[in-house]
């Protein structure tokens, strides 16, 4: 995000960081939010200077509100053409509500019509369970659990296998959320959460010729995180308070097992335990009519890494008119190494926080359902984890010593006004970014950075039809591969255009829509990389294999009903 790898985008559910937010994927393959959206009534996501009541996102924070009570009593009923089934009983009290789920996918009957060139497997099976009580006049006390077990299997395009790399993986996975917030006395408020994450996942890989391969790896991961936020609206008029710590306990090991010629071996285990403690105060301020701020501090302590860290932030807004404003924020933002270079983290002291500076400058003006946003930004990144080739199974020698830097401007632009029932967005992103990281030998262009992206996205309701049509088109430019020898090898760019359609009906006075998607509608070759063999041939030049998607393109189809809820009578009006 914004030249920021993706690990280094945090989400938080209620406040809380989650661990795994999404479902396990093989690299080279896409991953599926763990969550549904129906879950969630407000959706913020921030690319850089955010609050400081968020940490360990070194480029961008998604932050996500779950909903307070059920609107109503309803029965959901979900079926999807790729193989899956879904269920959904929600009851509503006067002061409570309680929703239950179910949802198995397997896709292989899809794999039969439409043929795939990495997926050979994928199947999934999960429930969850949300309890919302309301407590005294405006306290909410919310508690949700959920279970997930899949089993993905897929060919890796690797060099050598004619056919891709066999790799087979199983997840589990469980997680328990909990939150309370209640107004106090003296016009503070308390908002206060605790959360459990248990993750574990086996992969099994295929292995040829002589020499030890890799071919079994057994993770497990354990975490509980905790938080307290108070919050005084009455301390002025013209500015508020909030204070808030938080506290993680986590546990992480990995086994690994070695095929050689000679047999089975398995290497030593390898783990890590942390403990990690947070603080952050924040006043919100109001200078004038006009002229608003925001300035906090955030502070961290690592006992892997034996280190603290303090983090400023500060942002500023001032109101030109009623349709517009200019901001401007800067922060300091840190996060631990990931769980892969910290596994000996305990023996090597010289591993640090990996930190980021922001910096942005923004225009937005919002006038008759119209949007134009114009953000420019800078991100400076230090203390990034290096090794080279001949130490990157030693972590005792890994390095703080990588860095790098992001620039660029964004462009948005959304507009539900000119044409009646239409609803239309522009975005334009343009980047200048280079680090050097893990195994890069210099600062070079990150493999997952385009310098352009664009994209168009459009929803057109037709009324007397009870149908949304939407359609996305987007580009970006060739990205950068890099063989052993870190030469550079460009790839083509990415095109696709996707279409989309809701019908909106009844059945037996049931709410029914039904859904059809097809994604890449013009079949188009695009590459998301390449991976590269060990040795050069006699020109010097490594043999690769491309990254593509596992099928040219994706049509599904979803019938959604819910019971006991009618269709709208009005529907001159497009949806939200």
């Keep these: 995000m914004r030249g920021g790898a993706a690990g280094e985008t945090k989400q938080f559910l209620d406040g809380l960081p989650l661990q795994s937010p999404y479902g396990a994927t093989v690299s080279g393959t896409p991953a599926r939010g763990r969550f549904s959206p129906t879950l ?5 996501f921030s690319t850089g200077g955010y609050s400081a009541e968020y940490g360990q996102a070194l480029s961008a924070a998604v932050i996500l509100n779950t909903q307070d009570l059920a609107p109503e009593t309803q029965t959901g009923i979900t079926l999807l053409s790729l193989g899956s089934v879904g269920l959904s009983q929600q009851q509503r009290w006067e002061r409570a509500s309680l929703a239950v789920t179910g949802d198995y996918m397997n896709m292989r009957p899809y794999f039969g019509v439409v043929p795939q060139r990495v997926l050979t497997a994928y199947e999934n099976g999960s429930g969850s369970v949300a309890f919302r009580q309301r407590t005294g006049a405006a306290g909410m006390l919310k508690a949700y659990g959920a279970v997930t077990k899949a089993h993905i299997g897929v060919r890796t395009p690797a060099v050598g296998w004619e056919n891709g790399q066999p790799v087979d993986l199983r997840n589990t996975n469980a997680y328990l959320n909990t939150s309370f ?12 959460g605790l959360a459990a994450t248990r993750d574990e996942q086996t992969i099994a890989l295929g292995t040829q010729g002589d020499l030890p391969n890799i071919s079994h790896v057994h993770e497990l991961e354990e975490s509980v995180v905790g938080r307290v936020v108070l919050t005084n609206d009455s301390v002025g008029t013209y500015w508020n308070l ?4 938080e506290g993680l306990g986590q546990r992480f090991g990995q086994q690994a097992r070695q095929q050689a010629e000679s047999g089975a071996t398995d290497l030593p285990r390898r783990a890590f335990a942390e403990q990690r403690a947070a603080g952050f105060a ?11 701020g925001r300035v906090g501090a955030r502070t961290e302590y690592s006992a892997v ?5 303090a983090a400023p932030r500060a942002a500023l807004a001032y109101q030109l008119d009623d349709a517009s404003q200019v901001s401007a924020a800067y922060g300091q933002f840190y996060q631990t190494p990931a769980n892969d270079l910290l596994l000996s983290a305990h023996a090597n002291p010289a591993l640090r926080f990996e930190r980021a500076d922001h910096y942005l400058l923004t225009y937005q003006r919002i006038r008759a359902d119209r949007t134009l946003r114009v953000e420019g930004y800078y991100k400076n990144y230090d203390h990034l984890t290096r090794f080279d080739a001949a130490t990157q199974f030693q972590p005792t020698s890994y390095q703080s010593t990588g860095g790098g830097y992001a620039r660029g401007v964004d462009l948005f632009w959304r507009d539900r006004k000119t044409v009646k029932n239409l609803d ?6 343009l980047l200048d970014t280079k680090r050097q990281q893990r195994l890069d030998p210099a600062q070079a262009v990150p493999t997952f950075a385009s310098r352009h992206n664009v994209s168009v996205v459009g929803k057109y309701w037709l009324g007397k039809l009870h149908t949304l049509v939407g359609a996305t088109a987007s580009y970006s430019s060739p990205r950068l591969s890099y063989d052993p020898s870190f030469r550079a090898i460009s790839t083509p760019s990415y095109q696709d255009l996707s ?7 009844s059945f037996r006075k049931n709410l029914t829509i039904v859904h059809v998607s097809a994604s890449n509608l013009l079949g188009r070759a695009n590459v998301f990389g390449y991976r590269y063999g060990a040795t050069p041939n006699d020109q010097g030049a490594y043999q690769r294999v491309d990254v593509t998607p596992s099928a040219p393109r994706m049509v599904f189809v979803v019938l959604m009903m819910s019971i006991n809820k009618a269709r709208p009578a009005d529907t ?5």
């Design 499 to 505: 279409v989309n359609f809701s019908y909106v009906t």
């Design 282 to 292: 924040e006043a919100n301020v109001s200078f004038t009519s006009q002229l608003a």
């Design 40 to 44: 969630f009534k407000g959706t913020v």
């Design 572 to 576: 001159s009006v497009a949806p939200e």
């Design 242 to 245: 909030k204070v808030g710590a």
């Design 305 to 309: 890494l034996g280190r603290w860290n």
């Design 181 to 192: 917030r209640s107004p106090l006395r003296g016009g503070w408020s308390v908002n206060t």
């Design 424 to 429: 239309y967005w522009v975005s334009y992103g």
